[in-house]
């Protein structure tokens, strides 16, 4: 994708403009008139068959992408799709996005059938199109804007404002954990620069080692937080672009589930990708992984999630904000007694 913006990643950047395809749902009309409410202006337009004309937070809603893209100005300013629509009509959705020119799709949508992904996702590779999801709460860039649910009503408790530096992005299959992570580090002192929830069923349109390589080039990224679970090999893809010299940035890895080693194969707990099966998947074989990159670059495995902050530290990285936390880290919303 040749690049036209001047901050941010080609997931989320200064030039983005977003079409919504489900506008109408509860939960989606909800999400864009917080995000409008916050980042105004990067919600461009909204589909809803036989909803057209109506409007969501101020965002004009058609019947159609095409139609929607006939409008000069939106079709000079949409240039990436977020879905929330029912899972079976996910595949139908996607297909429009990318036959009327969308180029970057979120898909929030749990349940999609396999097969529809697995059919989408090759005609995007075809076409030169991103998909991050299904299951994906979307991105955050704080400085600019977000797509999708990512940081809640208020993202600005766990993410720094815009007008604050970050340099640290995270990358990880939960979105809940996308956002805790985030309010952890920075109350550390490490801002976010962006943060992409990538979605945790069985096939992840958008992996960690599709984005590592733009964050390698990008200047404005000092480290990586990359949380990770069991199921499939998405982790070891990552730690081997370390070993292959091509991602050499400090890296804090965290795989959650090593309880699921001693539990029976072929049982997902959590998302649907987080199934180990056939001997492939387990949480100690990903970790084993990044320890073994961790002789060819600067990684530092968290093996317990609050030891992420300490471990960013640990390899040097230095922080964007005043550290708020002095020596003890306690959860924001922790109910334990003094």
Not at 106 to 121: G, L, N
Not at 300 to 326: K, S
């Amino acid at each position: 994708m040749e690049k036209n913006w001047t901050y941010g990643t080609s997931y989320l950047n200064d030039k983005t403009g977003v079409i919504v395809i489900g506008i109408t749902g509860r939960e989606a009309s909800q999400v864009v008139t917080e995000t409008e409410a916050i980042y105004p202006g990067i919600t461009k337009a909204g589909v809803t068959p036989g909803r057209g004309g109506k409007e969501v937070a101020g965002v004009p809603v058609f019947n159609t992408v095409k139609e929607a893209l006939q409008d000069p100005a939106l079709r000079e300013s949409i240039n990436t799709g977020l879905v929330y629509v029912p899972p079976t009509s996910v595949k139908d959705a996607v297909y429009e996005l990318i036959d009327n020119g969308i180029k970057v799709i979120y898909i929030v949508t749990e349940h999609v059938p396999i097969k529809d992904t697995a059919e989408f996702y090759a005609y995007a590779k075809e076409k030169g199109v991103k998909i991050v999801g299904p299951t994906s709460l979307g991105a955050i860039v704080p400085k600019i804007g977000r797509i999708g649910a990512v940081g809640g009503k208020d993202p600005f408790i766990a993410y720094q404002r815009p007008d604050e530096p970050g340099s640290y992005v995270i990358l990880s299959k939960s979105g809940g954990l996308t956002t805790t992570t985030a309010e952890m580090i920075k109350r550390r002192g490490f801002g976010i620069y962006t943060a992409i929830a990538l979605g945790g069923d069985v096939i992840s349109c958008t992996t960690y080692a599709d984005v590592l390589p733009e964050l390698e080039e990008d200047p404005n990224v000092k480290g990586v937080v990359l949380l990770g679970e069991p199921g499939g090999s998405y982790e070891e893809q990552a730690a081997q672009l370390v070993i292959d010299g091509k991602f050499t940035k400090p890296l804090v890895p965290f795989i959650g589930g090593r309880f699921q080693d001693y539990l029976a194969e072929g049982v997902s707990f959590g998302h649907a990708g987080a199934v180990v099966e056939r001997g492939m998947g387990k949480a100690s074989d990903k970790i084993r992984k990044f320890l073994e990159a961790a002789k060819y670059g600067p990684v530092n495995v968290a093996f317990f999630y609050h030891e992420i902050p300490q471990r960013l530290l640990e390899l040097g990285c230095e922080r964007d904000l005043p550290d708020t936390t002095g020596d003890v880290v306690k959860p924001l919303y922790s109910t334990l007694e003094e």
